[in-house]
């Protein structure tokens, strides 16, 4: 049986492909793989930078596969280390993830998207969070939209389920960039290269930081970093990049990073 998820490594970088004809739906089976496909990403040293797309041009994810629900899927079943989507609430991930989005991002396919780092979408990319039209809540979507976008603006998108396009996603800071479909992969690639290349134990703690002080005062937030009360920041701090940062810049070259 063909995997409905597809996994190339080049050098540093994975590449995470959905392929589930027609539309790119999420069963929970398929959420396990893309958990378990993460899980290695995360403790795989040798990768720094992951992509994440689907096939077609019409759909990137419209989220959980219905058909699985009518044939009794429940909407708390096991959905793997990751939740749904094999992102959402993986522990530790502390690499880049790049979202090269090809079509409509719908309900989960949305809260997946906005799981990632960057976002690049096809020009006619759209999205939506059509769960109120089916009598359930749109949960991860609902917990993190408002801290991603205007709170107005995440009410009314989690309230109408309406659609909106690329420009109006841009305009509310939803995705980074809107390019041509053809370009979408290479500029995915282009990107993922650069931070491929860039400090790894930096991004480590870039990603903590953010995720852990969220919730936190401002004061709250630098006694963790500065007092090293972080891991990837203690381990930063202690590292032999910290000192080829510094030293790189001193004798004005490009760093070596080791991740170490």
Known sequence: MTSPIHVVKNGAILEVTIDRPKANAIDAATSRI???????????????????????????CPGWDLKAAA????????????????????????KPVVCAVNGLAFGGGFEIMISCDIIIAAEHATFALPEIN?????????????????????????????????????????????????????RARALAEQLAGGPPLVFAAIKEIARDTAH?????????????????????????????????????????????
Not at 39 to 59: M, W, Y
Not at 78 to 84: I, L, S
Not at 146 to 174: C, S
């Open 34 to 60: 893309m958990g378990d496909v993460f899980a290695s990403f995360r403790d795989d040293p040798e990768l720094r930078v992951a992509i994440l797309t689907s096939t077609g041009e019409k759909f990137f």
């Open 71 to 94: 044939a009794g899927e429940a909407p708390d079943s096991d959905y793997g280390v990751g939740g749904f989507g094999g992102l959402q609430q993986l522990k530790g991930l502390n």
């Open 134 to 186: 089916s009598g359930t809540v749109a949960d991860a979507a609902t917990i993190k939209l408002p801290r991603r976008i205007p709170y107005h603006v995440a009410m009314e998108l989690l309230f109408t389920g309406r659609r909106i396009d690329t420009k109006e996603a841009k305009q509310w800071g939803l995705i980074n960039e809107v390019v041509a479909a053809s370009d979408l992969m290479p």
């Open 216 to 260: 936190l005062s401002v004061e709250e937030a630098f006694n963790l970093v500065t007092k090293r009360k972080l891991k990837t920041v203690d381990v930063l701090y202690s590292s032999e990049d910290q000192l080829e940062g510094a030293k790189a810049f001193a004798e004005k070259r490009t760093p070596v990073w080791q991740g170490k």
